[in-house]
């Protein structure tokens, strides 16, 4: 929210040093979709969005996150590493696809990290940082929209077929799995 940003302040204030960060390769911008339909741009709303810094590392040195933290396992680290390893999902889904990434949202019921299309297929996708691939969310968009496949990027094996869940660090080869 621009209301977050500094106190007073609105969007159209903002617009341009926002857009200045995107074009300058410093954040990427994902939009939220109501409907998951071709082509996804059209049902962008540009209004509702979230930002993610180009690099895991910059993000955790902005973060003022030691390194130990990361390689110790610890737990007081469990609640920023979700959002360090979906920042780390959108990095690689953007090096692989060319097109716009968005995120789907449900009148606050649910959340789907990501929706992307591949050809005539749009594929949700679902990040965990752990082994657990239980995905309330996820299981929501699926009731209601039905996805030929659908994805679970997690630290568990490869596997599924309609729900795939692609490891994180095969996430590269994505679409040799779809």
Sequence with gaps: ????????????DLEDALQWLINAGLIYKVSKIEKPFIPLEAYADQDY??????DIGLLRKIARLPAEAILERNNLFVKFKGALTENYVLCELIKIQNE??????SQNIAEVDFVI?????????????????????????RKKYNPEISIIVSMSNLGGEKLRNIPLYLLWKIKDYL
């Excluded at 969005?49 to 180009?54: A, D, R, S, T």
């Excluded at 940082?129 to 969310?137: C, F, H, P, T, Y």
């Design 1 to 12: 929210m621009y209301s977050n940003v500094k106190k007073g302040l609105r969007g159209k």
């Design 100 to 105: 716009n990434i968005y995120y789907w949202k």
């Design 117 to 141: 299309g591949f050809g005539t297929k749009i594929i949700p996708i679902e990040v965990k940082s752990e082994r657990n691939i239980k995905a309330r969310s996820l299981a929501e968009y």
């Design 49 to 54: 969005f979230k930002l993610y810094m180009p």
